[in-house]
């Protein structure tokens, strides 16, 4: 069994390592301004396909509910079954599907392309940050590589919101499908020139029983989320506990308990998870304070949230050299502080456009910490484990991600509906961001600090 837990002392790639972060890193920022576009392209292609207004959400929903529930399913399997195997089959579905719905007829197609690109997304991120986390041993090397990972990640974010609008504009709503064919196709083609195989010699039974409950209840939580769903709800959460007790009996399990109840792996998803949620939420509510109450253009909106997402950027860079300093357990709870202490300013916010003097330079920071964060819990949830254990840490990092973006809109703006002036509710509920993420960030701490030695 090989391990991933010896420090690299080096800190230089080599050339092929260069190639093999272009790939890996080139299909999380190809995914993440996927994801970004079609934000920006939902109205142009729901009313271009001739969906009804009031399902135009599925088109977001129909990516995110696979996207969240299978990652941790995909990230096991990468395990078991070879991660550039997968990582391949990721690319050659996502182009599969964009195609499908570049050239979609109807919105039953549409909807099915964005299911199986939801379904390509669970297979990609947590295949191609196993093949990081095993490809780099752990230390100076993985930690550069996963901040300049964040960085891709938060890059491709802010890419696609800069440009999604015009690009789609100009072109098509089926130009935000068709875009990720050419670039897919290519990864398809380097990926077996660079990447070795890691396909174990002998392969396990896979587990069903876990399989399916936990995919099947991380759907279900999700959509009584989105759709506000109490049975849903309900059936979600006794498919989860189910997991958890298939998981402690099975002799081969999907996610073992001894992993899962790692502090390090604990703490980093719940900083994971909260950082992602309120971070889409404030997001999104800042969209509607800026073009709702300010009346801003939707281009101009890109630009006030693009200046400082390309500038927080280089956090990723920067993250990765802090974290080598001084260690996760440090830097990830202060990134998280920073993330919400920079949304206080925003909370004060009133009706004049020249607030935006306040919102730029305050998202920069807000950003920054986002991105800083990101790396933070990345490393944190990985280290410490074989490489045999990647695609499960993995798997889990990625859930927890597509889950929080998929949950963090109707969190945050059912609490902003709780008030009858548009304004009082998005204060309100960037007022209940900062408290989360604070608090969050305080228990992250503790956590890893009261850490037992077989976490370090």
């Known amino acids: 069994m090989s391990t991933a837990t010896n420090l690299s002392p080096t800190t230089t790639f080599t050339s092929r390592q260069r190639v093999i972060l272009l790939v890996l890193l080139g299909a999380g920022f190809l995914v993440s301004v996927d994801f970004s576009i079609f934000n920006v392209a939902l109205p142009e292609t729901g009313a271009g396909i001739g969906m009804q207004l009031k399902d135009w959400p599925w088109i977001a ?82 930690e550069r590589a996963l901040g300049l990972n964040g960085a891709l990640l938060s890059g491709g974010f802010t890419l696609g919101a800069l440009v999604g609008g015009t690009f789609v504009s100009l072109l098509s ?171 206080i300013p925003l909370v004060f916010l009133g009706q004049s456009r020249a607030t935006i003097a306040v919102v730029v330079p305050t998202l920069l920071i807000g950003f920054f910490g986002h991105v800083c964060s990101i790396v933070g819990y990345t490393v944190t949830g990985t280290s410490g484990l074989t490489n045999d254990d990647q695609g499960l840490a993995t798997g889990l990092a990625t859930m927890t991600q597509q889950v929080a973006i998929a949950v963090g809109i109707p969190i945050l703006s059912t609490v902003a509906a709780t008030q009858s002036v548009e304004l009082t509710g998005i204060h309100v509920a960037l007022t209940v961001d900062v408290a989360v993420t604070l608090v969050s960030s305080m228990l992250v701490m503790l956590g890893l600090r009261a850490r037992k030695d077989q976490d370090l």
Not at 183 to 191: E, F, G, P, Q, S
Not at 257 to 279: C, K
């Open 61 to 142: 929903s129909a990516y995110a509910l696979p996207s969240a529930g299978l990652a941790l399913l995909f990230g096991r399997l990468a395990d078991r079954v070879g991660r550039r195997r997968l990582f391949m089959a990721s690319m050659l579905l996502l182009a599969a599907a964009s195609l499908l719905g570049g050239l979609a007829a109807d919105p039953a197609t549409v909807l099915a392309a964005r299911a199986l690109q939801g379904t390509a997304t669970a297979m990609a991120l947590p295949t191609a940050l196993a093949l990081l986390t095993t490809t780099f041993a752990e230390g100076r090397l993985r």
């Open 173 to 343: 709503w089926r130009a935000a499908f068709l875009l990720n064919v050419p670039v897919a196709i290519a990864i398809l083609a380097c990926t077996p020139l660079v990447i070795e195989d890691s396909r174990p010699p002998v392969r396990p039974a896979l587990d069903v029983a876990g399989a399916a409950t936990v995919s099947v209840g991380l759907v279900g939580v999700v959509y009584a989320v989105v759709e506000k769903s109490v049975v849903a709800a309900i059936a979600g959460a006794a498919l989860l506990v189910a997991f958890w007790l298939v998981e402690r009996r099975s002799p081969a399990p999907l996610a073992p308990i001894s992993v899962l109840s790692r502090r390090t792996v604990t703490w980093a998803n719940v900083a994971g998870f909260t950082v992602f949620t309120m971070e889409t939420g404030m997001i999104f509510l800042m969209t509607l304070y800026l073009q709702r109450i300010l009346g801003l253009s939707p281009f101009i909106t890109g630009l006030v949230f693009g200046i400082p997402g390309l500038a927080a950027v280089a956090a990723g860079v920067i993250a990765g050299r802090l974290l080598g300093r001084f260690g996760p357990a440090r830097i990830l709870p202060v990134a998280m502080c920073v993330q919400g202490t920079a949304i």
